[in-house]
């Protein structure tokens, strides 16, 4: 029986940057896929108070959230460094790593909202993305020369961003025009071979699955006039 167990969805950013954490270090693991709407009961013992993934077991405890869980990793495991060691680069990687947590839910809010709600939250994602055009001047990273922490926490934004755009019908957000730099890091992100390696092997598939989930959004607000 595996020492390492990770709990989590094959489609989601904060499953895949345990992932990430993992293969960086060259941790050998068991994945269980969860269902979402019929959790396991070991998800639910695991996670008692929030019940959701993703979840690591390391020799039977259960450690939550994505970005603790990366840290976890980093400190229990040999191989490479995730977060920096200089005390000044550790302390930027958790700044922006927090940043991009705290904006994750209004990047997701484009894909599940419609109307009002998503222009309030196309606004919100692009005030924010112009605060990372800001600092991703001239960078292929947020922290020093490597790929690490801050990283690992903004595969939301360079990644499933744009699937989420994609299928909301949302073109006029991020372009080269109005946010160059932005555009310029993920191109080179999702391109990079730390970052190529450890995208979802199934993009299409991916494409798919948000799609469905976007139609199933829209035909309930249909049905609801």
């Known amino acids: 029986m595996a020492q390492v167990k990770l709990l989590g969805f094959w489609y989601s950013p904060f499953t895949h940057r345990v992932e990430w ?9 068991e994945y269980i896929e969860e269902d979402r709407h019929n959790k396991s009961s070991l998800l639910l013992e695991s996670n008692p108070i929030h019940k959701k993934t993703p979840v690591l077991i390391h020799n039977g405890k259960p450690i939550c959230e994505s970005m603790f869980i990366v840290e976890y ?13 200089d005390p000044y680069d550790r302390a930027l ?17 484009i894909l599940l909202h419609l109307g009002e709600e998503q222009e309030k939250a196309k606004e919100e994602v692009y005030e924010m993305l112009k605060v990372l055009d800001n600092e991703l001047k001239d960078k292929n990273f947020f922290v020093a020369e490597n790929f690490g922490f801050a990283d690992i926490a903004a595969n939301l934004m360079g990644f499933w961003l ?8 949302v073109t006029d957000l991020v ?16 391109n990079c071979s730390q970052v190529k390696d450890y995208l979802p092997p199934r ?23």
Request: glycine share 4%.
């Open 21 to 29: 954490a993992l293969k960086m270090k060259g941790v050998e693991y």
């Open 73 to 85: 990793i980093d400190e229990t495991f040999k191989g490479p460094s995730i977060l920096p060691k």
């Open 93 to 109: 990687a958790h700044f922006w790593a927090k940043f991009l947590e705290d904006k994750s839910t209004v990047a997701i809010d």
């Open 162 to 169: 744009g699937i989420f755009l994609e299928v909301s019908g």
């Open 175 to 190: 372009t080269s025009e109005k946010i160059p730099n932005f555009c310029a890091w993920r191109d080179e992100y999702v």
């Open 203 to 225: 993009k299409d598939e991916l494409l798919v699955y948000f799609q469905l989930a976007r139609a199933r959004i829209e035909a309930a607000a249909s049905a609801k006039k």
